[in-house]
């Protein structure tokens, strides 16, 4: 039987063992962001088709398709793909187009119901129309450098069989803009660099490099249907083909503007759903990723104000680290963003037990109900 002096110890065993593994997160990312990759085999120049999907408008949607013509690539091809030739985002598209007459571009409206996810369902046709082995998809909210395209093929290697970009936030707007960009920056982004450090590489669907033969090996782009997510499908196609998913060395910039926070609980449910169903075993422990509920509950059992103090050290060494990785790597940083981690934090526990309470999610009004097909995914 255990001992309250054993309960305490416990507790603040079980915090310190939280503390060290964000830590060690924060480093693995900060190393894996600095570190010099090996030279890619990405063919010099090759001609590369980029894949939009879109859908409605939002407050920076001309800014960020906008983005997509200004790539500094001799040869590539755009194809907007919208399912409702009726979408209001499709006469922004076209005056793009005839603002930028020297790119090639072109819209391809309708989609192919392929799975629950209309987002793939958006993309098939593009993906059939693209003209080029080298394929990027890529969301609407995305904004591109000028370097986009040799950011991602700087990443690709003799083993990868994807090349994919974590969404970093950017030009927040309110509180509850900069809570996302603490889930989005110091939280995901570092824990998938942290993964892809140590070879557990998970996809992105935010901006993807595939090479279609390769894909096409393995069921085509209809094969993403295998997961409600096309990035959970994505991960476990080229796991299963004895690859990598890589990261580029310099994630790209999604603007935010304002946020509610009936916005971010929304988004956040729907993401640990989709994390809960396509990869359990990973997502149980994401009840752990926030420090400082683990914290306080630690601070129940300890009943001396030595104890309480080391734990609100804890918690402030590891806000210091998460703050550290967003300045060396060049993401947003504001001294409100140390609130930000706070009610992240608060938030995390109450979002991981919500998404184990139902399946379903919504996404821009389109009910997805989620299931996984894993006899759909097969090897090269």
Known sequence: MISALDGVFLAL???LA???????????AGFRLMRRMPRSIFPDGAAVSLVRPVCGLERFSEETLESGFRLAYRDYELIFCVADAGDPV?????????????????????EERVSDNP????????WDAAEHEWIVLADSNVMMPPDYLQTLQAAWRPNTGLVCATPIGARPDGFWALVECAFLNTLQARWQYAGEAVGLGFAQGKSMLWHRPFLDSVGGIRALAAEIAEDAAATKIVRAAGRRVNLVASPFSQPLGQRSFAEIWSRQI????????????FFAPEIASGMLVPCLLAALYAHSAEAT?????????????EYALAIRAGWLRSPALIAAFIARDLLIPFVWTRAWMRSGVVWRGNAMAIETKPGRIRTA
């Open 309 to 321: 103090l080391g734990l609100g050290a804890l918690v402030a060494l590891t806000y210091a680290g």
């Open 119 to 126: 987002k793939l369902n958006n993309c098939v046709r593009g």
């Open 13 to 15: 065993a079980a915090c």
């Open 18 to 28: 939280m503390a060290l593994v964000n830590l060690a997160s924060l480093a693995l």
């Open 270 to 281: 729907r993401w640990a759903r989709l994390r809960r169903v396509t990869f359990p075993l």
């Open 90 to 110: 499709l006469p922004l598209v076209r005056r793009l187009m005839a603002r930028h007459p020297r790119i090639r571009s072109r819209i391809i409206v309708g």
